[in-house]
C-alpha cells in the first residue's frame, strides 16, 4: 500500500522543498492543502504550482470569513498583543489551518501528516499541538527533522526546479488579513533598519499633510462598522488595514521570545490590528469598573500568550473565553482615532453603558460631586501607608 501524507502548502520555499522531500525521501504520494486566510496570493496559481510538483491532488479552501469570526474577533475581545505588541496574526491563523487539514486528511485516508515548519520557530508548535489533538497519525516535518537551513533549501529547490519569488530569497513572508510578518536577510541584525520595500501594507514615505480619522463602532467587542457604514466582517478588517496603513500606521519592530526560547527580531505590518485593538480597549476602559479593567488585562496578557504559544486547545483557554465573552456584553459604542503621518490617538469616545459620568466628573458649577467626602476617604485610604511611615521613621531615629 503506498503511504499517503497531507501537507499544508502555501506554494512558498519551505512547503515547495517538503514536497519533493516527501515524494524522494519518504516514496509518498502527496496530497496539498491551501487555506485561505487572507494572503493575497492567487490560488490558481498555488494549485498550477502544486501539480507541477507532481502532488496527487490540491484543495483550496477559502476560510477568510471563518478566521475573521472565529479567530481575529475573538483576539480584539481580548486586547490580544503578545508582549504587549505583536498582534498574534499568524499564531491565530495555524490552528485554523491545522484544522482545515485534518478535515481533509480523514476524507482522503492518509497515513502521515506534513508541514513546513522549522525547528526553531513557533509554528512548529502550533500545527503539532493542533494536528495531535485531533490525530494520531506520524508527523512529517523534514525542514525541522533533517535541521535544513535557508541556504540548503534554496539550493534544493535550484536542483528541483523549484520556482521562488524574489522577495521569498529575501526575506520569509506570512501573511493573512490580521498581519503581515517580515523575516530573515538582513532583518537578523537587530540594528539594521528593515528596508523600505520590505513594506507592502505599509506606506513609509509621502505621507499625507492632513490627518485622517477613522470611527469604529463596536456591538458587544465585535467591529461592526466604520465611519458609519456597517460592513461584511472580512472588509471591515481590510478597509481599516487600508486606511491606517496609507498613513504610515502599523509597523511593529521588537525583539521577541520565541516558544522555543530564541530571542528573535520580528518584523510586522498589522495597521488595522493597530488600530482595532487600542480602540477596543479604549472602549472597555469607559464601559467597565476599574476593578473589570484590572483584572482583564490579566486575563488578556494570558489569552495572547496562549495563542502565541500553539495551546489554542488547551482548556485554560476555554476557560478565559468564557470570561471574556460575559465582559463583552457591555462593549458597545463607538470611538474615534486620528491618524497622522505613522502616529495613532484616541481622540473620542462615546457608549450608552459609559460609566463616564459628566455631571460627577465636571469641575464647573453642575457638579453633583460632595468634594467635602472626600476628606475622609483620602484620610482612610492611605491610612496603612501613612503609619508604616511613621514607624520607619521611628524605627530608623533609633538606630
Known sequence: MTERGILAFSGGLDTSVVVKYLQEEYDMDV??????????????????????????????????????????????????LYQKKYCLATALA????????LEIARKEKVTALAHGCSGKGNDQVRFDITL????????????????????????????????????????????????????GGVLEDPYSEPPDDAFIWVKTKN????????????????????????????????????????VGIGIVDHIEDRVVGIKSREVYETPGAICLIEAHADLEKMVHTKHENKFKSIIDDEWAYLAYSGLWQDPLKRDLDAFIEVSQKPVSGTVKLKLFKGSLR??????????????????????????????GFVELWGIQSTEANKLQKKRSSKT
Open 31 to 80: 496530497i496539498t492543502v491551501t487555506v485561505e486566510v487572507g494572503q493575497g496570493d492567487d490560488q490558481k496559481k498555488i494549485e498550477a504550482k502544486a501539480k507541477k510538483l507532481g502532488v496527487k491532488k490540491h484543495y483550496n479552501i477559502d476560510a477568510r470569513k471563518e478566521f475573521v469570526e472565529n479567530y481575529i474577533f475573538p483576539s480584539i475581545k481580548a486586547n490580544a
Open 94 to 101: 495555524r490552528p485554523l489551518i491545522a484544522e482545515k487539514v
Open 132 to 183: 495531535r489533538s485531533g490525530s494520531d497519525l506520524p508527523i512529517i516535518a523534514p525542514i525541522r527533522d533533517k535541521n535544513l537551513d535557508r541556504v540548503t533549501e534554496l539550493e534544493f529547490a535550484k536542483k528541483h526546479g523549484i520556482e521562488i519569488d524574489s522577495i521569498a530569497k529575501r526575506f520569509s513572508i506570512d501573511q493573512n488579513l490580521w498581519g503581515r510578518a517580515i523575516e
Open 207 to 246: 505621507l499625507s499633510d492632513k490627518p485622517t480619522y477613522l470611527e469604529i463602532r463596536f456591538e458587544k467587542g465585535i467591529p461592526v462598522a466604520v465611519d458609519g457604514k456597517i460592513l461584511d466582517s472580512i472588509k471591515l478588517i481590510e478597509h481599516v488595514n487600508k486606511k491606517a496603513g496609507d
Open 346 to 375: 484616541v481622540v473620542g469616545r462615546k457608549s450608552e453603558y459609559s460609566l463616564y459620568s459628566h455631571k460627577i466628573a465636571t469641575y464647573g458649577t453642575e457638579s453633583t460631586f460632595d468634594q467635602r467626602l472626600a476628606k
